[in-house]
């Protein structure tokens, strides 16, 4: 702001902060980036353990913004859920997701379900319902092949929109995915109130696996706890072949990490699906 109007702007300036300044200039940045194609997806494999066969794909958003030096989400997202842009941002990945897995069916990648990432704002303000059946309809996916990861953050809200909402989902078919579990305030009542198809261990219960035995023994109730609700339980953030042999273990069902692969742009997932597939 100093380089723009000397004395004018320093009452402004004064009362801003430069995490405040940054925020900004990558909202202003946010609300042309999908006009000006900015926006990537990229496919992290998602492995079912009992076969070894890829099951599917979480899509990540990248965004190429030279400017900004291509934030990662973890700068982007929370600028996208505060200034209201993450709901055009969202349809903009679900239509394109759902897109992308269509057009591998076409090819001899095999029937791979997408995981895409719901902001809580999405998900109370974005008429999130429309905007999964536009994309369902437009792209030709089941809708069983299309799962929706929200985090315990949203819960906290717990209101009968939500609960309304949330069944909606479901009856359209679409399978509901509790992310970062373990790492908010989840009560087990929502596990029942809401019910879930699928539940993600966060990284970090995953990552600790190899040096705490009280992981171990999270992790494994974790696991436990899903499968008594009936749910599918994946774990994230496996990075090395002991925390895969503990999860496989205790009856762990997905995984995904870098053992496997870092979330890639399409060209090299194809690649590295096609690899895996001869290994
Ligand atoms: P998340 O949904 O928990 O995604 C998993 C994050 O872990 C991703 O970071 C992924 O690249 C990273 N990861 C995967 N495997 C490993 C591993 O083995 N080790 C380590 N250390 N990390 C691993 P990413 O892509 O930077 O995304 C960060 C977060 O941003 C996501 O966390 C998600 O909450 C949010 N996000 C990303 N894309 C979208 C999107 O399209 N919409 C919304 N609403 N949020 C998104
Ligand atoms: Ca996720
Ligand atoms: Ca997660
Ligand atoms: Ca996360």
Known sequence: AKEMGGDRFSFYEEGMSSETEKRLEIENHLRYAIDRDEFKLYYQPVIDLKTNSLSGVEVLLRWQNTDLRNPGPDQF??????????????????????????????????????AVNISAKQFIDGD?????RFALRQSGL???????????GLLINDTAEIRDTFMQLKKLGVHLSLDDFGTGYASLSYLKRYPFDTLKIDRSFVHDIDNCNDSVTLTNAIIAMGHSFNMTVIAEGVENLHQRRILRERHCDMVQGFLYSPPLPTDQFV???????EM
């Open 128 to 132: 999130i319902v429309e905007s999964v």
């Open 142 to 152: 089941p809708a069983s092949r299309l799962e929706l990861e929200i985090t315990e």
């Open 271 to 277: 690649s590295w699906a096609k690899r895996y597939a």
């Open 77 to 114: 997202i929370s600028v996208a859920e505060q200034s209201g842009l993450i709901i055009g941002i969202g349809k903009w990945v679900l239509e394109h997701a759902c897109k992308q897995v269509v057009t591998w069916s076409q090819t001899d990648l095999p029937p791979l379900t997408v």
